[in-house]
């Protein structure tokens, strides 16, 4: 008898502290997330591309959601689905230009302008059977106009926070060369035509890159296995255009990584964290500062490769201009997939930012949880603060 009652206190005293554990670990912190006072902070946010699942620009609203930063104009909280400007996948349609107000924002995100393409009409048909690579596709929205960017520099004229990122330069999406050489200046950036991604499996890469590659050097597309490639526009013909490969024997690690500094905005992030998306080749001005850098680590081989094409071991991820007011990524830093579950959790990010320390994590979501959101809690910080300045007192 005294032996049975032993054993159900023990029994009593494990499932206590199971409950008590998972009380502390998923229910107290949604309760303290709840009485955090919210903050207001006003983000004007331009995306071009989204696609169905809001994808290029939810993980931006998520930290924003997840630090209770809300629209002082509204406020609420910022829906992926309807608080930006560009592309709506939900019934096809395209922001106007005469929506584009932003004098009142404290923070303009420029996410990506690529755009929306679609197959030409005749295509809807039985010559829709035909495989991807042989059907041409039209741009139907996207880029940035000549009005656009008065408007963008108009906001930057107010002294208030730009960020931009990959494929807000490139052409053709930009209507112009003018624009584009507008957008450059803005940043005290200048893209330099080549772009590159990490694959898990080259052979994975898109129909028209492997096209690319047999044209211009004559020989059988035959690479597998993770790496990387870069292509190279140097001129507007595919004939002039370098496909650089870098597979597994060019390369002494897979991924790119990314070499932070001491700067202000880079506290917290992680040094050399892997990089396993789309990335461009930038050169900055002098008035600029470069506080994030990529580096692909190559073997000899890679090496010969890369200095072939011209291209640096080492450029540019982040840089920054005028004392940090203006950020360019020179990567798709944004499009990260991000679970909404834990948005409305309390510190949810140390949790998993150990969960995603380790190296076998093959994706975005060691680069969004170690580098992108610590350096994104310093801009939201710094807005917020700066923005305190100019914006009146909430009444009590």
Known sequence: MQRSKKRFLYTHKIFLTIALLLFTVFVLPYIYWNILPTRPLSLFLIDKTTAEDYREHRSLFWLLTHWKYINPATDTYYDPETDYYGYDPADSSFSSVETLLMNNADLLYIADTYGVYRYPMEYDSYERLLPDHYIPIQMEYGGLSGQEMDVIEAFDSLGRMCIAEFNTLQDPQLEDWRTQRRLERMFGVHYTGALGRYYDDL???????????????????????RGIIIIVDRTSGDDKTEVVVLDASDLEHTPVFIRTSADPLLQGTE??????????????????????????????????????????????????????????????????????????????????????????????????????????????????????????AARP
């Open 203 to 225: 052979n994975s890469a898109a129909r028209w890159m492997k096209d690319m590659y047999e044209r211009r050097y004559h020989t059988r597309w035959d690479f597998s296995g």
């Open 271 to 392: 040094d050399e964290v892997p990089y396993y998306y789309f990335f461009e080749f930038l050169t900055v001005d002098s008035s600029s500062q470069v506080i994030a850098h990529y580096e692909i680590e190559c073997t000899e081989n890679g090496q010969q490769k890369m200095a072939a094409a011209g291209l640096p071991l080492r450029f540019p991820a982040v840089v920054s201009t005028d004392a940090g007011r203006k950020l360019y990524f020179a990567g798709d830093f944004v499009d990260n997939k991000v679970e909404m579950l834990l948005t409305q959790y309390w510190n949810a990010e140390f949790l998993l930012t150990k969960l995603f320390s380790f190296y076998f994590v093959s994706d975005q979501t060691r680069f969004f949880w170690k580098f992108y959101l610590p350096m994104m809690e310093n801009v939201f910080r710094r807005v917020s603060e700066q923005s305190a300045e100019y914006r009146p």
